[in-house]
């Protein structure tokens, strides 16, 4: 193969609109669904979801150049010819894996627009995910030459197109939408996530990406073998990559559970330079002064209520088991254009729920039934530090219609005797100790 025939392929072939059919669909699909969170790794986990329409469009657009042969009726003259069929093949087969490659990568900075204006952090495992999907396109538009020579019909292009949909669709609609088991990671596409959903705080392992592109390439090169095989016996020696590919792949191929880890760069605390010290993941860097306000007002009204009150506040990425002693954690909250989308009330809220402790595994503490009294009891504790009880608090749980009688009765009491409670629950909440929290407030036997 010469650069000029390269050249010629590149410009003559479908491999140019091969690319700008790609850019365009991917930046209409990033358009209508990209949110602007600023995290590279989603928008190349989200370009890897577009894969259900984007592989198709790459294989149909294969498929269509694979029986130019045949369309322009030159079959007879072109395969009397003294070059093997293999190096009269491979400058078109180049030349569509660059244009769909280019594609996908064209694809890829056409989402950055809505990346780049909030993006604090890169991470590394961006690349891969890129270089993944990438490879899978190659796969695509050579197994479309492979079918569309050997089945040259008009239809063959959409045919296969719609065939890929259906069975992408079809798997994960049997192992389900967010299955990340050992066949849905055989896809090219991507649905399924990390177990808590935090996309930004997590990366494919390095043998979920080994798996992967193993499979593609094998794929990809039976492909091209069957585009260039010019006998039965070379169709049938074509399957033996795919094979081997699959028997390399599946063992590689980690569980649900460990196909993805910690990012722990992303999840590395990020603070602000005084104190009382406000922290967030480094991923939501570009959120932390949204949380700045409602933080130290929490701080405030905790220090000025009860002795030993924490001194900083930080959003987690992961519930721990036990809250922290000296620090207010926070559940990851949603980011977008820069900011926490909750608004500053609600957020504030977070940090007081249960004098600014996080749940404890409620259900090792207490019976099913008195689970609404626990959280009645967190409710109460964070509006006596508020000072009022919000109309539609923000929650894990629906505001109890008990929790207005119980702010009430906590009321009641000496304002000494309120602290020592309050303080009390949060001592309770810190160590995750059994026993009513709503008796702590309220009951006859609380600490006084």
Request: hydrophobic share 45%; proline share 8%; with cysteine.
């Amino acid at each position: 193969m010469t650069a000029r025939i390269l050249r010629i392929e590149l410009r003559r072939s479908t491999a140019p609109w091969v690319a700008v059919l790609v850019v365009a669909l991917g930046a209409a699909l990033f358009y209508l669904t990209t949110s602007r969170d600023g995290w590279w790794i989603a928008l190349a986990v989200q370009e890897r979801s577009m894969l259900l329409l984007l592989w198709p469009l790459a294989l149909g657009a294969g498929a269509w150049q694979g029986r130019r042969e045949r369309r322009e009726r030159m079959e007879e003259l072109i395969s009397s010819t003294p070059l093997p069929q293999w190096r009269r093949v491979l400058p078109t087969a180049v030349a569509m894996a660059i244009g769909a490659v280019a594609g996908y990568l064209g694809t890829f900075s056409a989402g950055t627009g809505r990346t780049l204006p909030y993006a604090t952090y890169f991470s590394t495992g961006t690349v891969p995910v890129v270089a993944v999907g990438a490879v899978s396109m190659i796969t695509a538009v050579w197994l479309g030459l492979a079918v569309g020579s050997r089945y040259p019909s008009t239809l063959t292009p959409t045919l296969l197109g719609v065939a890929a949909v259906a069975v992408q669709v079809g798997i994960r609609g049997v192992a389900g939408a967010g299955d990340t088991s050992r066949v849905g990671l055989l896809l090219p596409t991507m649905f399924g996530g990390p177990a808590d959903s935090s996309m930004e705080f997590a990366v494919l392992t390095a043998r979920t990406n080994l798996s992967q592109v193993v499979w593609l390439a094998a794929v990809a090169a039976t492909g091209f073998l069957l585009f260039a095989a010019a006998s039965r016996r070379g169709r049938l020696a074509a399957i033996l990559p795919a094979v081997i590919g699959a028997a390399a792949a599946l063992p590689l191929q980690p569980g649900s559970e460990d196909a993805y880890e910690p990012d722990r760069d992303a999840i590395a605390r990020v603070c602000t330079p005084d104190t009382p010290l406000v922290c967030v993941p480094r991923a939501h860097e570009n959120a932390l002064n949204s949380l700045r306000g409602p933080a130290r007002q929490a701080l405030a009204l905790l220090s000025a209520t009860l002795p030993n009150a924490p001194t900083s506040v930080a959003e987690e990425y992961r519930q721990p088991h036990r809250s922290e002693r000296q620090t207010v954690l926070v559940q990851p909250l949603r980011v977008s254009a820069g900011e926490f989308t909750d608004p500053p009330e609600d957020i504030l809220w977070y940090l007081l729920d249960g004098a600014g402790t996080r749940l404890c595994d409620a259900l090792d503490l207490v019976a099913e039934e008195q689970l609404d009294r626990y959280l009645t009891a967190r409710q109460v504790a964070a509006a006596w530090l508020l000072g009022h009880l919000p109309a539609n608090p923000p929650g894990p749980a629906p505001l109890s219609p008990a929790t207005e009688p119980a702010l009430r009765t906590l009321r009641g009491l000496p304002a000494g005797e309120q602290r020592a409670r309050v303080a009390a629950l949060r001592e309770a909440e810190l160590t995750c100790r059994p026993g009513d929290r709503l008796e702590i407030l309220t009951g006859p036997n609380g600490p006084r």
